[in-house]
């Protein structure tokens, strides 16, 4: 069965359709994911499973180049780890793509699963951290402006204290100077 849906999926290579489903090629007794960017089948010998297993309970060999029998994590845990990396290490130069890499996910996929389970996107997530380390610096240490952009993975200060001023509404001098004086 090959709706056109999943068939137009496969032609595009379409990594969002990603363990939605499996196809295997009758010709070469390969499966493949969807975003698999080896020679498209003839629609006749493409055959659609659910799942991994399906695929290979039918006798066919997982694909050397899309890897569709490597494990697939579960929403949660690409949540999980995402946070994870972030909360232990926002002072890194994290980026969408080095997450990605690191987690062995698209960085599509990681973008859409993210912000679908946090309801923020993962650069929402390292900027809101990275804020809240910045606070805690401001108010609990006599660093610098330089320092704490720094400490807190944003080495140009001045980009550092435009996007302090837009989060909280204040600049960081001026929310320093503030804690002091109410302390
Ligand atoms: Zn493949």
Known sequence: MMNDEFWQAILACDASYDGSFFYGVRT???YCRPSCKSKNPKRENARIFATANEAAASGFRPCKRCRPDAVKWPDEEV???VKRIIER???EPLTLSSLALELHISPYHLHRVFKRMAGRTPNDYLRDTRMDAAQKLLEGTDSSMAEIALKVGMPNAAHFSTVFQKH???APSAFRNRMRYLS
Do not use: D, E, L, S
């Open 89 to 91: 290490r926002y002072h």
């Open 168 to 170: 909280f509404g204040i």
């Open 79 to 81: 949540t999980a780890g």
């Open 28 to 30: 070469t007794g390969v």
